[in-house]
């Protein structure tokens, strides 16, 4: 069984490590790896859900070695958690003879070119991120810093050699592929395939919705049967262009008064009652909505549309956002942008919602007369798009190729 260290600075116990990290590895373990999985936890959240993540590993080969996540002070914190990741890493892979190490981007990164140099182990580069650009353009480390500045340049050479010794590459979108194997440092021998972040098919999926849960929320939230629902799925802020979509919130409901908007959202609540109210947008067309994941789908089938706005800039070429899948997966058209990741291309394939090129008035009265005259959009194609593009199964089946031929 040849064994396999994974690498994220993301926290199993996040809903990230939850989505993203555990169904692939629960998927790969089945199919003969054996897996050391080293993921950095912040305290709080580790007390209130390892347990939860225990039992997720369970009857799986994934052994579990979490570490403590640093917050504070910036920069030396991270230190601390690079030296603490490389010294779990390398007993890891001295005492269990690891095979390959297999790391998410940024600093897990650093850690397996490390670990690939030092020992000699199969190194997978799973970009999912041009992670020191999206540092950058998200505003996290400002380069008019002088300290910034160094460390992005430090992230930018590290990139590149990490393009340059790796063994196998992994890119979220077909855009990022293209942008990956035309840099000087990529060798044309290394397997580079696009694997992007996939859904849960068999929770998101409309056929399972429960008639009397989805009528008991209708109620609880006060949703008429006359309503347009509009929703918006997961965290707000950060990448995500709150103003933007309160802005086009707000013509859309100008033009169809019936629409109501519905934020499926576990934080920041009052921001976005704030960014409504700047935009003139009544209370009573919001509704907000904390849901754990297994109520998300119910939530969601509420929707007629579901809208989400991110910044398009470079490093989002790289970018496939988890919620596109699980909207698709619900059969539900969305309004989303262009210029992140394959986004465009997805919507255009599967005819599955409308995409705006610009953050214009124009534009968004374009698309919301086309929403006012009614949506023809056809569900089922729209799921099906989704078990095609974003099938968890289809996935896993990808990563173990992709290992098979790195460990051939």
């Known amino acids: 069984m040849k064994k396999i260290l994974f690498i994220s600075y993301d926290g199993m116990t996040d809903p990230l490590g939850q989505s993203q990290v555990i169904p692939y590895l629960q998927g790969l373990s089945k199919k003969g790896f054996q897996f050391y999985l080293l993921s950095c936890e912040k305290p709080g959240r580790f007390e209130q859900q390892q347990s939860a993540v225990r039992e997720m590993l369970s009857g799986c080969n994934i052994e579990w070695h979490p570490v403590p996540y640093t917050k504070s002070p910036p920069v030396l914190s991270t230190l601390k958690d690079i030296i603490r990741l490389r010294k779990k890493a390398a007993r890891i892979v001295q005492q269990q003879q690891v095979d390959m190490v297999h790391t998410r981007p940024g600093i897990p990164a650093l850690i397996g070119l490390w670990l690939k140099k030092k020992y000699g182990v199969k190194f997978l580069h799973d970009v999912r991120e041009f992670y020191a650009d999206s540092r950058v353009e998200g505003g996290i480390w400002n380069i008019n810093n002088p300290l910034f ?40 021998e290394t397997p580079l395939k696009v694997i992007p972040c996939s859904a849960d098919l068999e929770l998101f999926d409309p056929a399972l919705i429960n008639d009397q849960q989805r009528e008991q929320f209708r109620k609880q939230l006060g949703i008429k049967p006359t309503n347009l629902v509009i929703s918006y799925l997961g965290s707000i802020g950060g990448w995500y262009m709150t103003k933007e979509m309160l802005r086009f919130c707000k013509l859309l409901a100008d033009k169809i008064p019936e629409a109501k908007f519905l934020f499926i959202s576990p934080h920041l609540h009052e921001v976005i009652v704030s960014a409504a109210a700047a935009h003139g947008l009544p209370a009573d067309k919001l509704i907000i909505q904390h849901g754990n994941r297994k109520e998300v789908p119910a939530l969601l089938s509420l929707s007629d549309y579901s809208l989400f706005f991110i910044k398009p800039c470079y490093s989002k070429l790289s970018s496939s956002p988890t919620k596109h899948g699980e909207i698709m997966a619900m059969g539900i058209p969305v309004i989303a942008n262009s210029g992140v990741g394959d986004v465009k291309e997805i919507v255009e394939k599967y ?4 995409v705006v090129d610009e953050f214009t008035d124009a534009a968004f009265t374009k698309i919301i007369e086309q929403v006012a005259e009614e949506n023809t959009f056809d569900p089922l194609a729209i ?16 990563y173990e190729e992709l290992y098979r031929q790195i460990l051939h």
């Open 351 to 354: 005819k599955a919602g409308f």
């Open 383 to 398: 799921r099906s798009g989704a078990t095609e593009f974003y099938s968890l199964q289809k996935a896993v089946e990808a």
């Open 149 to 188: 500045s160094i460390i992005y340049k430090y992230f930018k050479r590290k990139e590149k050699e990490e393009v340059q010794r790796c063994d196998g590459m992994v890119c979220l979108t077909h855009a990022a592929q293209k942008i990956t194997a035309a840099l000087p440092e990529y060798n044309n």
